[in-house]
């Protein structure tokens, strides 16, 4: 298996679990478009199955497909294979996605002044400890102020680094990442 197969898969998986990669596996291995009822077949599973994955892998851009109609039945069949090529596409776009959320989370600490209780660790917003008369409402215990210095300083770092990161990697380009 490529660096790149393997990328794809373990993308794959962690976007959607083990169950979509069986067919993902299949396509990989076919580098051609197939369809639908032909992984079905091959798998030995039903198609509406292997169409829930398709769909599931299609979604995060992992998969693509082409439709074409039957000259026979007039139906659509569906062509489908790995999208390879656009992996550094999709991996970018999750480090944008990656990056919003860290950024969200920041601006959560910035704009926040924290409790924590002593015993159990859960941390609470001032508005939250003083509808609770800064106790914890999990145990009782005297909340005690928490400083989320370190919290930001690591957030900000993990930032700038993904944001480094995405700004070279949309430098380089589609024809100079692969």
Same mark, same amino acid.
């Given at each position: ?25 299949? &396509? @990989? +291995? /076919? %580098?051609? $478009? *197939? ?12 198609? =509406? #199955? ?40 999709? &991996? @970018? +776009? /999750? %480090?944008? $996605? *990656? ?12 704009? =926040? #002044? ?40 690591? &957030? ?19 024809? =100079?990442?692969?």
């Amino acid at each position: 298996m490529s660096n790149i197969d393997n990328l794809v898969t373990s993308l794959a998986k962690e976007l959607l679990g083990e169950e979509v990669l069986d067919v993902l596996q299949f &396509l @990989l +291995n /076919r %580098k051609i $478009e *197939i369809t639908d009822d032909e992984i079905a077949n091959e798998l030995g599973v039903k198609v =509406n #199955e292997v169409r829930k994955k398709l769909y599931a892998l299609a979604d995060q851009g992992l998969v693509s497909y082409r439709r074409s109609r039957d000259k026979d039945t007039g139906w659509y069949v569906y062509y489908w294979k790995v999208n390879t090529d656009q992996i550094n596409d999709i &991996l @970018l +776009n /999750r %480090k944008r $996605e *990656i990056l919003e959320k860290l950024k969200t989370r920041l601006e959560y600490e910035e704009n =926040n #002044e924290f409790y924590i209780c002593p015993e159990d660790k859960n941390k609470y917003t001032f508005e939250e400890a003083f509808e609770n008369e800064f106790k914890c409402p999990r145990c009782g215990s005297q909340l005690e102020y928490y400083d989320s210095k370190k919290v930001r300083e690591v &957030l900000g770092k993990k930032i700038k680094d993904l944001q480094d990161e995405i700004d070279k990697e949309t430098k380089l380009g589609p024809s =100079n990442s692969s």
